[in-house]
């Protein structure tokens, strides 16, 4: 999902990346993309696109301002590009947390018991089957994805909308 003004953008340079203006978490985005480095045979450093695995529900807030002119793009690029995590562990990793799969693990960090840094246990978002208490840290249920460059001619479908204003505001 990208505003139409991105669209655009991509539209006239021929291929559609991230942009380090955009960047709301440095030091979490770098982190994102020295994993892509180390995981993702083809990428070559871009700054990451953010992909959804499963069609968002674009009646639901969050993904946009209200009122913003958006596009949703479908596209078919190889998964080998794509490098797969548990978007409610992400979360903790843009917090800045210890990623830890209960809640006594939690404690033990905290405590300075555990040898594992904060920054290791990060790497756990990538374990999709990995056991973990899940009233603790989430289900799972939402992966996203991250990849380098995408060229238009990978884009199989565009479509336009302006996502709803919030009631709250």
Known sequence: MQTLEVWKQAQEKGYLEGNSEHLL?????IWMMEQ??????????????????????????GHFEGGTTCVRLTIDINEKDVLLSDLDRWNIVLNSGFCSDNEHEA??????VLKMTKEKSWERIFDLKRVVDVSWTGNGEWLQGTTGRIDLDKVMRVEQFTTRKSKLF
């Open 25 to 29: 978490f440095p030091e979490q985005y």
């Open 36 to 61: 892509m480095k180390a995981r993702l045979p083809h990428y070559k450093g871009e700054y990451p696109i953010w992909i959804w695995i499963k069609k968002p529900d674009m009646r639901s807030t």
């Open 107 to 112: 404690a033990e960090f905290e405590k300075g």
